[in-house]
C-alpha cells in the first residue's frame, strides 16, 4: 500500500473502532495486542456518539470530541499512539478541514501517526488531504459492489492514498454459503439490508455460481478469488476481511497465494459484464451517510 508519509506496516494490522461494542472490542485489542505493540499497527475510528445503553445517538467530529475520542482509546488499546486514525463518517455538520486540522495537532502531539477517511466521497477526500495528508480510505469494495471505481479510485490513485476495503466478501455473501433461504440471526445486520432479502439473493446468485467456476479451476475458494481479485486491482488496495473463526481466517489469508493473471482478470471482467447485482448495499437510513 502506498502511504501518505512515512508509515512502515508491520507484519499484522488490527483494525478497529469506539463503536465497535461499543468500546468493547478496544478493550479486547489493546489486552491482546499490549505484549506485541511495536509489531502491529493499530487503526481505529472516531466521530459517533453514543447514549447509556450502548446504541449510536449520532454523529460527532467536533474537534473537543475527537480528542476525547483520542484520548480514551489511547487508554482502552494500553498504547501511546494510534498508527491510523479513521473518521467513521462524514459529519455534515463539522467541515473536514476542522476534522482534520484536528488530527493533524494530534499528529504533531505524537498521539496520532496517521489520518484516515471511511466512506468519504471524492471532494471531501481532496478537501481532507489539502490540511493533512490522508494515509487511507476504508470503504466498501468488492466484486459485487464496484462504485469506488468510477470516481473513488482515481482519486486515491492520484493523491497517493491507500484504500481499505471492508466487506470484500460482500458480508459473506461471496463466500458461497449464504442461499436465498439463509436465514440470519434476529441481531443479524444483513437482516435490514436490501441486497440481502431472500429475493435479492436469489437475484444475485448467478455472481456466487461464476465465482465457484472459477475458483474450481484455480483450485481456490470462492472467497479466496474474491480477495485475490482486489489484490490484484492495484498494489495500494489492502482488503479488510472479518471473521470470527480460525479456519476462515486460515482460507482469507491464502488468498495471498492465488496468483490471478491479466487473461485471468479479463476473463472475469467479461463474465461480470453480464450480471447485473440486485439490491442497495444500505437501507435508506444509513444509505444516507456514505459517499458525502
Known sequence: MRMSGPMRWATLSFATAEAYGPYKNEEVVGEALAPFRDRVVIATKFGFEFSPDGGQSGMNSRPEHIREVAEASLKRLKTDRIDLFYQHRVDPNVPIEDVAGTVRELIREGKVKHFGLS????????????????????????????????????????????????????????TGVISESTTFDSKDFRNIVPRFTAENRKANQGLVDLLGKIAAWKKATPAQIALAWLLARKPWIVPIPGTTKLHRLEENLGAAGVELTPDDLGKIEGALSRITVQGDRYPAHLQARIGR
Open 119 to 174: 466512506e468519504a466521497g471524492p471532494q471531501t477526500i481532496r478537501r481532507a488531504h489539502a490540511v493533512q495528508p490522508v494515509t487511507a480510505l476504508q470503504s466498501e469494495y468488492s466484486l459485487w459492489w464496484r462504485e469506488p471505481e468510477k470516481k473513488i479510485l482515481p482519486t486515491l490513485e492520484e493523491l497517493g492514498i491507500g484504500f481499505v476495503p471492508f466487506s470484500p466478501l460482500g458480508k459473506g455473501f461471496l
